[in-house]
């Protein structure tokens, strides 16, 4: 069965959209059969993967959540071998009024993963900037979340609000619910505040902060515009090597990864 982790962050800028896309190319590199399903109307996780907008009018998420479609009619398959995303377009907008009165309204896009849960290794959603009824659903249909976090001081008021609100769906809507990590990224070596941020994530949150700290670089900001993960854009550059560490320790955390997996991984990038 598939491990479900959504990436949220009400909080736009912090990387979701990155961690998202990269992550899950990682993760197939690895060997494990990927799911990217893109729940931000802006469709940023879909274009970075070099789906044009026309291709997923038709057939996307949105389609999915008001019950039109299932996951594998709209999922696309990718350049990575074992990632499919199944994409959005500002379409989905209009998801968030349409299913304002539909039963069970939360639970849509939950009840629509757990058929295709035997098809993939890890579903992993990308979530919009806010904590509408678009997240509201991700953090329902999630095993677990993992949260961005720039190294600034701004991003640390944010997290609190984001826990608050997974904590509530946690008691509400989905027992299962958990923290899967932190992950810091845009670090900058240069900057003291950033060092300061990660030394309070680090002793605030201990093992839930992953090891790996994903640092600014201008491969990882070109990658999306070339409609490719960091692994096809440039592979040896220091955004992918970090991306392959994430995985790696979300890979271990879910389920166990051995030293010959990751040589394996690291022979398929």
Do not use: W
């Not at 249909?141 to 769906?169: H, K, R, W």
């Not at 008691?171 to 670090?187: D, R, S, Y």
């Not at 030394?199 to 700290?213: A, D, T, W, Y």
């Not at 993960?229 to 994430?246: T, V």
């Amino acid at each position: 069965m598939a491990k479900t982790i959504c990436i949220a962050n009400q909080k736009g800028g912090v990387g979701k959209t990155t961690t998202s896309v990269n992550l899950s190319s990682a993760l197939a590199a690895l060997g494990r059969r990927v799911l990217i399903i893109d729940m931000d109307p802006q469709g940023n996780a879909s274009s970075g993967l070099g789906i044009k907008r026309y291709e997923a009018q038709e057939s996307n998420i949105y389609h999915v959540l008001i019950g039109e479609k299932s996951i594998p009619e709209v999922a696309q398959k990718t350049q990575r071998d074992r990632l499919e995303i199944a994409t959005a377009t500002p379409d989905l907008v209009g998801a968030e009024i349409e299913l304002v009165d539909m039963p069970h309204r939360e639970y849509r896009l939950k009840n629509a993963i757990s058929q295709i849960a035997q098809d993939y290794d890890y579903v992993i959603i990308d979530c919009p900037p806010s904590l509408g009824l678009l997240t509201l659903n991700a953090l329902t249909a999630a095993d677990s979340f993992l949260v961005p976090l720039q190294c600034e001081y701004y991003a640390l008021e944010g997290l609190s609000q984001l826990l608050n609100t997974a904590g509530l769906i946690k008691k509400n809507l989905n027992p299962q619910l958990h923290i899967e990590g932190i992950a810091l990224t845009m670090f900058d070596t240069r900057n003291n505040l950033s060092h300061q941020v990660v030394s309070e994530i680090r002793n605030h949150f201990g093992e839930k902060v992953f090891n790996s700290v994903i640092p600014r670089n201008v491969r990882l900001s070109e990658a999306p515009s070339h409609g490719q993960s960091i692994f096809e854009y440039d592979q040896r550059s220091i955004g992918a090597l970090k991306y392959l560490e994430l995985a790696k320790e979300v890979d271990a955390r879910t389920f166990g990864l051995s030293k010959q997996e990751e040589r394996q991984g690291e022979a398929n990038v």
